[in-house]
């Protein structure tokens, strides 16, 4: 008979972390859409998991504020909220600035982000949202790993889904082409260890999406 004893049993709080990460990437990429009730039994349902750590994931999810719910009334879908994209993008270049200051990317670093700008080409000549997204975010993720900072990376990791939310509801209308060009030259920034461009740069890129998003 198989011994399992010695298998450690997974932990309420990573059955929490999975409910997080599924129900935020629906509401980012609109699965979820606006105004859409959460009922923690039909989502826990859903998952394949119990209603505690949905009911958790739910919490949390207010925190960010991609969830609003009011007591013993409702739990739903959160609306866009201009205010709250402008003070997110804000925030997110900036922390993106400071990232692109203090990274020492190597080689295979700047490679990986090549890469990464690479596959955005292709999913935006494609038209392939959810592929363009996630590629950009790698673009930009890989800077922030060599940076080391992990409330930084923390900070980012909860705010930046505000922007991505939007961003698929209004890729259509977003010149991502340009966005290509962008990355381009932050990564040859970043390799000469131009540290003052790759800010600029980042600057550029997150105010040419601030304006945009607040035009959508």
């Known amino acids: 008979m198989l011994d399992v004893s010695a298998l450690p049993k997974v932990s309420r709080s990573l ?12 509401i980012i990429d609109g699965s979820l859409p606006p105004g ?11 998952l394949g998991l119990s209603r505690a750590p949905v009911r958790q994931a739910l919490l949390r999810l207010a925190e960010d504020r991609l969830v609003v719910s009011k007591p013993q009334s409702y739990t739903r879908v959160a609306e866009f909220d201009a205010g709250d994209v402008r003070d997110a993008v804000r925030l997110v270049r900036a922390l993106h600035e400071l990232v692109v200051r203090e990274a020492r990317l190597g080689t ?9 700008n690479d596959r955005f080409r292709s ?19 890989i800077p922030v790993r060599a940076c080391g900072n992990r409330a930084v990376a923390a900070t980012l990791d909860r705010y930046t889904p505000l922007l991505r939310r939007l961003e698929y509801a209004r890729f259509s209308s977003l010149p ?19 540290e003052k461009t790759a800010a600029q740069l980042t600057s550029t890129i997150w105010t040419d999406l601030e304006a945009l998003l607040e035009d959508a």
């Open 15 to 26: 059955l929490r972390d999975e409910a997080y990460e599924r129900i935020r990437h629906a």
């Open 36 to 46: 859409t009730p959460l009922r923690d039994a039909d989502l826990a349902e859903q």
């Open 108 to 116: 295979e670093q700047i490679a990986e982000m090549r890469e990464a």
């Open 123 to 141: 999913a935006v000549a494609e038209g392939d949202v959810g592929k363009a997204i996630e590629a950009d975010d790698e673009v930009h993720d």
């Open 176 to 194: 991502a082409h340009r966005s290509v060009a962008r990355h381009e030259e932050l990564i040859a920034a970043l390799e000469s260890g131009d």
